[in-house]
């Protein structure tokens, strides 16, 4: 009689292959669905900012697909937070970015890198990205101390004094000055510009 070949493994090796495409499957579902309510339902609704919108989810996903591939590759989680940084860094000196974005930023980076890298969905990982939305979502939410607001302010008289400054915006602005900074200061233009932070009166 002749041996029989007994075949081992090749079983299990295609049923972990199902199981790492199925669950990198999950992963990338509940990254969409965070970058989606992220991007679209917090920030654009309330912002209108196209640009941000399309940044967003470009970020998410560069982050998810080169994460994802690191991880596959076994280089560690060190060179997926080496990019977490670079990208950051990256990202706010293209351009000037107003101070309330920035967060949008880092969260889009911070979703697409705890879903590239995580090996397993877990609700620890699941419950880390709805935190973050919901913390976006409570502290950018308009109606959180909407009576304050800062904006950058372009005025056609050169003032150097900050008392002198205050008083004028007040009269101006018909607001309480909570605080200010001067920018730029241009005597031959006659013109100031001033960062402030105010509060208008109930109606």
Do not use: C
């Not at 969409?32 to 399309?54: E, G, K, S």
């Not at 502290?139 to 056609?156: G, K, N, T, Y």
């Amino acid at each position: 009689m002749y041996p029989v070949p007994i075949l081992i493994g090749h079983g299990t090796k295609g049923h972990t292959m199902n199981s790492g495409i199925l669950l990198s499957a999950r992963m990338i579902g509940v990254d969409l669905v965070a970058i989606v309510i992220l991007a679209y339902l917090i920030h654009f609704r309330r912002h209108n900012r196209r640009d941000v919108l399309v940044a967003l989810v470009g970020i998410n996903v560069v982050v998810l697909g080169v994460a994802s591939v690191l991880t596959s590759a076994k280089l560690g989680a060190g060179v997926g937070f080496g990019l977490f940084g670079v990208l950051s860094i990256i990202r706010i000196r293209a351009y000037q970015i107003e101070q309330n974005e920035i967060p949008y930023y880092f969260s889009a980076l911070a979703i697409g890198l705890i879903s590239g890298l995580s090996s397993e969905l877990t609700l620890k990982e699941v419950l880390i990205i709805v935190l973050i939305l919901l913390a976006l979502m409570i502290s950018d939410h308009p109606r959180l101390f909407p009576q304050h607001r800062e904006h950058q302010i372009i005025l056609d008289r050169a003032i150097y004094d900050e008392v002198t400054l205050q008083g004028h915006l007040a009269s101006m602005m018909n607001a309480e000055i909570r605080s200010l900074r001067i920018a730029s200061v241009n005597i031959v233009n006659e013109t100031t510009v001033v960062s402030v932070s105010y509060k208008v009166p109930k109606r």
